[in-house]
């Protein structure tokens, strides 16, 4: 089994029998602030506050937050270059899209993506198994653009991040709402935690949740 646990912003785990996966670990932007967390790898997709902490995980711990190839035991890691886009005309700078293979499924992170990457790059992630995408807009792509990503790499499982909620300080940023609308038939799961085998998840043909934060 596969379990994907999200924390809220773009702070997922990725759990399987043999390994532990951390994601964007953020500091205190509102949301409940995980305590006594392990990990085996923990991965940053670039260094913004919010996506970086990593002393909210107990060590040790590979450490991963440049681009390049990694394996760590049966686990491969590849951070690729991306663009965090603009806000008000100035330049984010840049990000990086995670791709991990982990018991023969491939999950992709998409970071602070900014904007739609480039063929090359698309030619590299295309038919994901797992997509987390952020949605939110301003400092990251909007619901239009996750949608059109969506459709261009069609990945089966999409977990949609990066979107305001109450708790959340990082207020500019939109809320899931025009997402949703996008898709009318996305599940909303009463849970931060979703659990699917890797056989299961190789015959989905396409199911978009929405998970809880963490509480």
Known sequence: ???FRYFGHA???ISTESCNIILDPF???GYPMPIDLKADIVISSHEHFDHNNFKLITPPFKKISQIGKY?????????????????????????????????????LHCGDLGEIPS???LKEIRDV?????????????DAERAKELIELINPKVIFPM?????????????????????????EKINSNVFEISADA??????????LKHEA
């Open 71 to 107: 394996q760590v035991d049966d686990v491969k890691v590849k951070l690729i270059e991306a663009s965090h886009g603009k806000l008000d005309g100035k330049n984010l700078g840049d990000t990086y899209i995670c791709l991990v293979q982990i018991d023969g499924v491939s999950i």
């Open 129 to 141: 198994d797992v997509l987390f995408v952020p949605v939110g807009g301003k400092y990251t792509i």
């Open 27 to 29: 500091t205190d932007i």
């Open 1 to 3: 089994m596969i379990k």
């Open 201 to 210: 998840l190789k015959n989905v043909e396409r199911r978009i949740l929405v």
């Open 162 to 186: 990066h979107y305001r909620v109450e708790c959340s300080k990082v207020d500019i940023i939109d809320t899931i709402d025009p997402f949703l609308a996008l898709y009318p038939n996305t």
């Open 119 to 121: 063929d090359n790059v």
């Open 11 to 13: 702070m997922w785990g």
